[in-house]
């Protein structure tokens, strides 16, 4: 099975500054979205450093990356990320959500941190295969809050986890096969809070992997693009 893909990463329409940081290492079949945080300098500086952390991992024999060596790699980058940020002042604070992508010719894994997002896009429907680490969807988990009243609701830009926060990192997965045909989406926050899935479906469902980018970046800015906004989109072929 060979793999396309295509990334985009845009400041948006009012931020000055970009902390969203974008990896496509399809050598190694791997694909990132991360979303920094703490303003300033910081989070550009942590979203880079865990995109980093994923280019200096060293593929086995030419072999793609496997779920443990990534899970491997972002734990240490989380420990040398939190003592970095444990060093800042006490206002101050360093983090990144971040979404990674593995793929080889049969399967997918995936393993996040915060409210960075997958999804894939088969046979017509677009299927959100993470969950978001957020407190409006503890909220929705817990039945106090249903999708709609999400959309408004004055906390939901807080995350509950994400990279350099804490001491421990603890990252979701899922995973599962690869049909030729399916096409990946990786996507920080300023997208899905600005684009509905419908129009995501929509668009993929009628251009290709590089109109499709666009087109999505463009519905962005289009909506006022209050955030950073990056999204890679990877497509599986025969």
Known sequence: MTFRSVARTHPGAVRERNEDAVLERAGVGIWAVSDGMGGH?????????????????????????TMAAV????????????????????????????????????????????????????????????????????????????EKEAENHPRRSVITRAFGVGPELVLDQCQGPVEAGDIFLLVT???????????????????GLDEAAEAIVALCLERGAPDNLSLVLVAAGS
């Open 71 to 146: 899970r491997d790699a972002l734990v240490r980058s989380n420990d040398e990320l939190y003592r970095h940020s444990s060093s800042l002042a006490p206002d101050r604070m360093m983090g990144a959500t971040l979404a990674v992508l593995g793929l080889d010719a049969q399967h997918f894994f995936c393993l996040w941190a915060g409210d960075s997002r997958l999804y894939r896009y088969r046979g017509g429907r677009l299927t959100q295969l993470s969950r978001d680490h957020s407190y409006v969807q503890t909220l929705i988990d817990s039945g106090l809050l249903d």
């Open 189 to 207: 926050d300023g997208v899905t809070r600005v684009c509905k899935d419908a129009d995501i479906a929509n668009i993929l469902s009628r251009s």
């Open 41 to 65: 300098d910081s989070g550009e500086v942590a979203s880079a450093f865990v995109i980093d952390c994923l280019i200096a991992i060293a593929p086995s024999g030419g072999n793609p990356l």
